[in-house]
Every structure is written in structure tokens, then in C-alpha cells.
């Protein structure tokens, strides 16, 4: 079925700390995910993506690993900032498919 | 310079009104996206267009009508409001591939218009 579902709903976080974001899919047959930010009263902005042929990609302080033998996906924000704060959706979808399917999100806040 | 508008940003409404939503990208895409975002955030795909030709229908009441005049357009129309549908809709647009097969490109998403209905 159509299920992407985080662990922690909400994840406090001291400035300055690494930061890790979970999310469980269902779908094996997904074969693209991305993370996205939802910042208060905003759209969802892309922050990295990941095909199903890599385990682990990096941008800038972020990295998204992928482990589809246990259909997990992870965002890992390093030295977390005030900015950072905000609700992290992973979103799953298959490349013959135009459907993206977003998880729950899960709300980051970061203490000073 | 924004890359996918959406107007207006805040909609106040009586129920069984009918109202619409207008979305454009500038972007150059040939996919469009209607999202519904609830009080709980959970981000829903109602509708998408490629290249102006409906591409995904959710089970979404026919009261909710999706155009799109070209293809960096997409407008939501909603007949008979209720109080169920207030929300954030969310328009969003991608580059894909030809009809019938979606890519590995992302979606870039709207600002939001946040429907009150009373």
C-alpha cells in the first residue's frame, strides 16, 4: 500500500548538534525519495534527493542515507541551526510514476 | 522572479460558496500538481497535469474541478464549499519526461493558499 511514515514526530535538537531524521516506506518497488522543509507558513522547498541504486548522498550539512533492505530513509543535518527549524517530509515515488507520496513530517526544533 | 505563484495566499469563505485558486510557474515545466495540506500537515496529491492533459485524479469530491489553460497554469475550482475543505492547497510543477512517464526531477512547490470556510 501507500504508507511513508516517520518514527518521531516532533525531534528537539541543541544548536550546534547533529540532527537525524527518520522515515519508513512501504513501497519496495519506489525507487526515488527526497527530503523536503517546510518552513512556517511556507511551500515545501527541496533540500536532497536519492535514487534507489545509491545507499548515501551528501549536500551541503545534510546527508540522506537509504537502506532498502529495511525500506528506511534518514536525513542527518549536521551542526543544527536556528534556521534548520522547521518540518522535514520525506516523499517516495517511482520513476514510471508522476505521483509523489509524502510521508507525515516531523517537526525539528532547535534550541539555542 | 517567483517560480510557481499561487493566488490568492488567504481565502475566507462562507459555506457552499464556490471559489477558485490560481497557480502559475514560471519555470518552463510541463507537470503541474494540486496538493491538500491538513491541519495536521499531512500533504496530499489531489490532481497533476502534464503538458495540459489530466495525469493523476485522487479520490477527490467532484466538487473540486482542476483547469489548466496552458501549461504553466493550473487552476483549482471548488463548488459548493464545506467546512472539510479548509486546508492548504498547494500547487507544485516538475520538468518530466513524455506522457505517461514521470522522472527523477523534483517538484518545486507554491507558497500556499490557506482556505478558511465558516
Known amino acids: 500500500g501507500e504508507n511513508v511514515g516517520l518514527h518521531l514526530p516532533t525531534l528537539s535538537v541543541q544548536e550546534g548538534d547533529n540532527s537525524i531524521i527518520n522515515c519508513a516506506y512501504s513501497?519496495?518497488?519506489?525507487?526515488?525519495f527526497i527530503w523536503y522543509k517546510q518552513e512556517s507558513g511556507k511551500g515545501p522547498q527541496f533540500i536532497i534527493d536519492i535514487r534507489s541504486n545509491m545507499d548515501k548522498r551528501q549536500g551541503q550539512r545534510v546527508t540522506v542515507l537509504l537502506n532498502k533492505t529495511v525500506k528506511h530513509l534518514s536525513l542527518q543535518i549536521a551542526a543544527t541551526q536556528p534556521g534548520d527549524s522547521a518540518v522535514y517530509f520525506c516523499a517516495e515515488k517511482r520513476d514510471s510514476s508522476y505521483k509523489l507520496i509524502f510521508g507525515s513530517g516531523t517537526r525539528l526544533l532547535v534550541r539555542p | 522572479d517567483t517560480a510557481v505563484s499561487q493566488t490568492p495566499k488567504y481565502l475566507v469563505t462562507q459555506m457552499g460558496n464556490d471559489k477558485s485558486i490560481k497557480c502559475e510557474q514560471n519555470l518552463g515545466h510541463d507537470t503541474m500538481y494540486w496538493y491538500k495540506q491538513d491541519s495536521k500537515k499531512f500533504l496530499k496529491i489531489m490532481f497533476s497535469?502534464?503538458?495540459?492533459?489530466?495525469?493523476i485524479n485522487e479520490t477527490v469530491p467532484n466538487r473540486f474541478s482542476p483547469k489548466s489553460p496552458d501549461k504553466a497554469h493550473l487552476n483549482l475550482h471548488i463548488n459548493s464549499l464545506e467546512l472539510g475543505d479548509s486546508a492548504v492547497y498547494f500547487c507544485?510543477?516538475?520538468?518530466?519526461?513524455?506522457?505517461?512517464?514521470?522522472?527523477?526531477?523534483?517538484?518545486?512547490f507554491g507558497p500556499g493558499t490557506r482556505l478558511t470556510v465558516l
Open positions: 497535469y502534464n503538458n495540459k492533459e489530466l495525469i
Open positions: 513501497n519496495s518497488a519506489s525507487d526515488y
Open positions: 507544485a510543477s516538475s520538468q518530466d519526461r513524455s506522457r505517461g512517464r514521470g522522472s527523477y526531477n523534483e517538484q518545486f
